[in-house]
Every structure is written in C-alpha cells, then in structure tokens.
C-alpha cells in the first residue's frame, strides 16, 4: 500500500474522524445505510495533522499543477483545508456553495475567482461525486479551467470514477476506502467478519443490509 495512504488513513482512524460501525450501521442522507462514517472537518482540530494534510495536499498541487493561478475549496467542508492549502501556495482562494445564496449578490462562487484563472479544487471527501463536480461545472461557468481535484478521502465508488471520467477531471486522493479497511484490520479496529461486512458493502452501498445478530 502507499505509505501516504497508510498514515492518513491510520491518523483519521485515530482521532475517529471515520469511524466503523459493521453491526450499527450509520444512515446517510441518501437513505443508504453504511457501516462507515467519515467527518474529515474533525482533522482541523489536530494542529499537526492539519498542517500534515496541508503540506500533503500543497506538495501535489506544486507537483502536478504548477500552473494554478488559484484554489477552490467545495463549501462546506473543504473551505478551511483548501483556504490553508491557499496560504501554503500563496495563491488566491475561493470557495463554491452547494446552492447560491438567496440574498444579496446570490454569489455561487464566493471570493474573486478572475477570469482565466487556472483552478485546483480541493475537497474533504469524494462519496458519488455529484456535489464535487458541481463545483467544478460552476468554476467552468464561470469562465475558468479547472486543472484537477485534491480530496482528502475518497470511498472509490465506481459511479464517481465513471462522473469525474466523463467531465475529464483528474482526482487525486490523499487515502481512499481500500487503504482504510486494510489498516483497520491491521491496526485491530475491525474483527475478519467486520471486514467481510466492509468489502461487502464496498461493492453495493445502495443494496447492503446490515447482517442481524441475533
């Protein structure tokens, strides 16, 4: 496994920024039930993690993208990550709403995203890929490119490879769900039948029930 992947997926575990729960599965907005819940907004009270996944995110952006005139981070969970990836690079920063606001200049993107402007998303988690790619289709409409995507996390659904393929987005992805199970399972957080469960639901989240033990 990829050493980066290892330790950051090891560290969200840590400060259960994700948590597994197998047998008391959580319920997402979606309605589907999932045995895994991920809240990467707790790593912004970690200074050193923070500050890990910062320097992280910004070394890939040097790398892949030197380029980019600008950061976008995808509201709301996003925004103080990609606002301090932004300081990091000296570059500009903005952030995109899941909806534009219903008063006053009803902005979608808000900040001062210039024309032109060569922008790398960042986002915290990846689930479908439908909210992160309206953000990259608002950036768009607004007269801008979008050179790729850094997320933190992401659970490697093949819908959302399929959507970020289709709007010819790179993603790049700190840790993803494969890393974590497999660090889970080697760090004693999971149990073999936990992880049975995990796979499981890894390849049908919309149809994966819960096994009841009795």
């Not at 599965?25 to 890990?52: E, M, Q, V």
């Not at 932004?86 to 606001?101: D, I, N, T």
């Not at 769900?177 to 497999?182: A, D, F, K």
């Not at 469960?197 to 994966?208: F, M, Q, V």
């Amino acid at each position: 496994m990829n050493l980066l992947k290892e330790r950051i997926a090891e560290r969200l575990l840590e400060i259960k920024a994700i948590k597994l729960q197998p047998t008391m599965p959580f319920t997402w907005a979606s309605g589907w039930k999932s045995p895994i819940y991920c809240d990467n907004r707790k790593t912004l009270s970690y200074p050193i993690l923070r500050n890990y996944i910062k320097m992280q995110i910004a070394t890939i952006v040097r790398d892949k993208y030197p380029n980019a005139t600008a950061i976008a981070g995808v509201a709301t969970g996003a925004i103080a990550q990609g606002a301090l990836v932004a300081e990091e690079l000296g570059l500009p920063f903005v952030y995109v709403r899941s909806a534009p606001k219903d008063h006053g200049l009803e902005n979608l993107i808000e900040g001062d995203l210039k024309p032109g402007s060569q922008v790398v998303v960042i986002e915290d988690l990846i689930s479908t890929g439908g909210s992160s790619l309206n953000a990259v289709k608002a950036i768009r409409n607004d007269g801008s490119d979008v050179l790729g995507m850094v997320a933190i996390f992401s659970y490697g659904f093949p819908v959302a490879k399929e959507k970020f393929e289709a709007e010819k987005v790179e993603l790049t992805t700190l840790s993803d769900y494969e890393t974590l199970i497999n660090v889970a399972a080697h760090k004693n957080y999971i149990t073999p039948n936990d992880m049975a469960a995990l796979s499981t639901w890894r390849k049908d989240p919309a149809g994966w029930k819960p096994v009841v033990k009795l």
